[in-house]
């Protein structure tokens, strides 16, 4: 299905914001007073609407908007036995060591209700699939090929061991670590079998390993409560060994990897900051097709990073700020792609925002209307590419 | 019933209070007793509450400090308020947090390292977070009136610069 793409294809990162409908199910169903049943087909409804948006903005490639999940890794609470979502509140709740969240809830600028982690309170085993049900629903409403976004193996076992909780069940993440790979690449072969374009395998809190000093300390990057180490260059061998036990061997699908640098704030100076420079070698390591990469602010750094690496992965080229209101000129993203052609062939590069729209689903960046003007900005800034690059 | 709260119930309970011109002053009593070290139980009414010191201040760190428990007292006054008045107004609210941080002119002069200025807070931002079913201009002026209205808040906020802020989520 993907050699059917044009040049430069127009896709999206994963998430799209919820309609306030869906928020009131989501929250229903997550108090018990709505069944699953009930919830799923009102977000068929919201994944219709989301994909209706995303065709009318012409772009290529295109997600469910990760319209049933609470977000992009929390959800798999709701597929796997074992695992229970919690509020940060109630992990306050269990845990001794209250002060350090309380400085991630600082930083995230964020309520304790408002977080939501999936953590591992047993055993874990697949209830039902964790995204092959999303994949069937939307191909059977479109015809454009689909991307579906999954939580790498990294940030699953790091938000998902909790001490003090999780420990009953597994003593360590890493024990975690090798049940994650096996749920994560039997859905990778499953999502193929059924005829799935590309799955992005979700790894942002590999910017808080490099950027953050601290790495001890548990923090929300991107929704996870991220146990570590403490030891970066451990935590990226640790990571790429994990994506490559996910993916490796496994034929006759795309996939990608997605950094950054957090998406949980409007607020720029509360995220993290920096080029990509530490990340690209073990970037370059994972045994993945692409790398779906934030270049739209001057907070991700420049792309003169892959200068060692020329034209050795697909680019997933961050063009769209996901939260701002102003929308991107096709003129700049036709120079953000220009500037990519110096490291990568132009049939590499693939145009998106830089983050989902939705990555929470109770903290939207964007509003749909925005969303939409900026996809609609980067399909005209490919069009023009295709004219003068093609 | 609102917020869990019973609405007849405390509308018959302001009535009373409201009748009693004493209840304006709203005199209240504590007596704080020496443990140990640095330690200090507060009786008020039939409640009572233990005070310590950090660690590196030669405290157990067994208890907040008392000025975390001043900083406490006005996010749950605050929250108090806001919940009150909500419920009053027909407001139901799903989730409430308040988020405080604050800073001290001068903490040195408490520990006897310097004279210049005074220990006492000079800026507390307090930051609330709500979802609630009301529409966001309602929200914020309801938190507007808390602040106005807020016992502790107006302690402290006539002698400390307060800045108060408002999240409303979806």
Known sequence: MEHSLPLFPVTVVGSWSRPSWLLDALRKRQGGRMTGEEFERVADQAVLEALRYQEEAGIDVVSDGEQRRDNFHSFVADKLEGVKLLTLAEIMDLVEDRAQYERVLQAADAPAFSIKNETVVDTIRPRRPLALDEFTFLRQHTKKPIMVPLPGPYILARSMWVKGVSDKAYPTREHLAVDVVKVLRDELIALRDAGCAFVQFDEPVLTDVVFNRDVKERTFMCGSMAESTGDPSRELLFATRLLNSVTEGIDGIRTGVHVCRGNWSRKDEVLLRGSYEPLVPTMMGMKVDRLVLEFATPRAGDLDVFARYPKRKQLGLGVANPRSDEVESPAFIVKRATDALQYFEPGQIYLNPDCGWGTFAERPMNTADVASRKLRAIVEAARELRRTVG | ?170
């Open chain 2, 1 to 170: 019933m609102r917020n869990g709260i019973d609405v007849d119930a405390l509308q018959a309970a302001l009535n009373a209070v409201g009748a009693q011109p004493e209840s304006a002053a709203a005199r209240k009593r504590v007596r704080v007793r020496w443990l140990d070290r640095l330690k200090f139980r507060a009786y008020v009414r039939n409640h009572q509450f233990e005070v310590d010191e950090p660690t590196h201040l030669a405290g157990d760190n067994a208890n907040p400090t008392s000025m975390e428990y001043v900083l406490g007292a006005l996010g749950t006054c605050l929250a108090t308020g806001f919940v009150f008045n909500a419920t009053q107004r027909g407001i139901a609210i799903g989730n409430l947090e308040v988020s405080l941080e604050s800073t001290q002119q001068n903490y040195l002069v408490f520990l006897g390292l310097a004279t210049a200025g005074h220990p006492g807070f000079d800026q507390v931002t307090a930051k609330l977070y709500v979802q609630a079913d009301a529409d966001p201009a309602v929200l914020r002026e309801l938190w507007d009136h808390t602040l106005r209205t807020s016992p502790v808040g107006n302690s402290l906020s006539r002698a400390v610069t307060l800045t108060p802020e408002i999240d409303i989520l979806p």
